[in-house]
């Protein structure tokens, strides 16, 4: 319970730095299973992903999921199949952070930029992760700018 309330706060002042630029140390294992969910299917400014960390779909059948090996890969429940990934295993890739700049990015424990959805200047405010499997970004007043593609 402790160690919960402990985990909960370490996860809370990540999220809430400005633009993802943490330096999140290795000894704190943020989450324990990849059952363990960020509440929702969104991801604000300045929330991120790190690693074993997952939002999921309203309706429960896909999930997104920012792997140890450094993939960002969108899952149906179910059959567990890969329905979406930024194939970046094996890059390094730590944490996936939807920026205040409307960039959705994927960066290195060393602050290195891996991936991303290239869509500065489009107003985006957050991403979800639809019923249909594709995560999808969201200016303010809920306008699509940018979606998955297989
Ligand atoms: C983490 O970043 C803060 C702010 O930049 C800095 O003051 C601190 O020394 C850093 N800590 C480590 C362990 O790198
Ligand atoms: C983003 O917002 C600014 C300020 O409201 C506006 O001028 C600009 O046209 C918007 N960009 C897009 C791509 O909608």
Not at 5 to 31: E, R, Y
Not at 50 to 59: H, L, M, Q, R
């Amino acid at each position: 319970m402790l160690k919960e309330i402990f985990v909960t706060t370490v996860l809370i002042s990540i999220f809430n730095q400005a633009n993802c630029i943490t330096n999140q140390t290795n000894t704190i294992k943020i989450h324990a299973n990849k059952k363990d969910f960020i509440d929702g299917d969104k991801l604000v400014i300045d929330q991120c992903l790190v690693e074993d960390s997952s939002i999921k779909s309203a309706n429960g059948e896909f999930f997104l999921i920012m792997e140890k090996n450094g993939n960002l890969v969108i899952y149906a429940t179910n059959q567990k199949v890969p329905i979406w990934a930024t194939n970046t295993d094996k890059t390094g890739g730590k944490r996936v952070c939807m920026q205040a700049d409307s960039d959705f990015n994927m960066y290195s424990h060393s602050n290195t930029l891996i991936w991303s959805s290239k869509t500065k200047g489009l107003n985006g405010t957050y991403v979800k992760l639809q019923n249909n499997g594709k995560l999808e970004m969201f200016t303010k007043a809920d306008k699509k700018v940018w979606e998955t593609k297989k």
